[in-house]
């Protein structure tokens, strides 16, 4: 409640959160259409022709894991060509700094087959950088310096800056299926791992269909001896391990709380409903709800934190003991003051 004129009034509510972006940047339109849509619709949908996003469309995606549901937003963007030949100067940073602005995730597509297309990627990321970290006017001013974007990283950290989940994916096509050799994967990968390493990114091989997928992956057990795991599927997984805002957590029972700004949700056989009665007292504990908030937020800083250079299975189980610790938080101080 707040105070207006001597009349208490009831604290308005919460607006939504915003629908996270997931930036997916390619140097192939055909190549990259094909992969974000096996990415949100599964191949099954793809097979059955249904028509690839084009640059610049959006697509509604649904991240439905065993811990949660998240509703993002998926947007296509084509690299400039401009970012293609390192001695031009890339005046143009719009889709730069709209990346940097906006987006939560970032997957960066190129072909490593494809003269250029990785640096192209890597000019790219820079920009991205140096928009999230210092602004325009930082940005404008790279212009007239270092624009290769694969620097030895010395100076500012190239850790910094947003956004908070980013991936490299070298995107295999149909058409160069036989580059898949031993020498040529291994050069893509190492490349990539190497400037990934030392930017915040992770590194994955994937094809563009099914079948190059399967391949990509055949060759990644086959030629690499990390036992990681490649293709699709992963950069999938890698989406999913992340603590999405707006998410909500899934429960087996009713009640529960807010994780990332989103609200907790029962499984599909369930649904948790709020009645009036525990409104109108969320309403006059509002006090206690914004101490809880500020725990909640806490506990939230913490796990983004503990899940940097951890599995994917070790983030999804922080963040399931996370909600767990947040849902305690919330109803049995609850029970506690009952109980007084």
Sequence with gaps: FFLVHGLRMATPPTPPPRTPV???????????????????????????ELKPPAPGEVVRWRLD???????????????????????????DKSIASEIAHNAEAIVLCYDPTTDGAFHAVARLAEDVRLASKSGEMRLLASTSGDTSGTG?????DERDGSPEVRLLVGLFGDTNRESLTEETFEKSRN?????????GYESVAAGADAKIDEAVI????????????????????????HVWPGLRMKAKGDGGTVLGGGEVVASEKEESVKSEDEDEKDLADDSDEVDALEKMLQTMARVRLASVGVSDDERRR??????????KMFDMEGDDEEEE
């Design 22 to 48: 997931v930036a997916v940047v390619g140097t192939s339109a055909a190549c990259t259409a094909r992969f974000l849509a096996r990415l949100v619709r599964g191949d099954a949908a793809v097979d059955n």
């Design 65 to 91: 894991t065993k811990y949660y549901v998240a509703d993002v937003v998926c947007v296509f963007h084509l690299v400039p060509g401009g970012y293609f030949d390192e001695k031009v100067v890339v005046s």
């Design 152 to 156: 030895d990283g010395s100076g500012d």
């Design 191 to 199: 490349r990539g791992d190497t400037w990934a390493s030392s930017r």
């Design 218 to 241: 055949g060759a990644s057990k086959k030629f690499g001896d990390d036992g990681r795991d490649d293709g699709t599927r992963r950069v999938r997984e890698a989406l999913e391990a």
């Design 318 to 327: 922080a963040a399931a003991e996370a909600a767990t610790r947040m849902m």
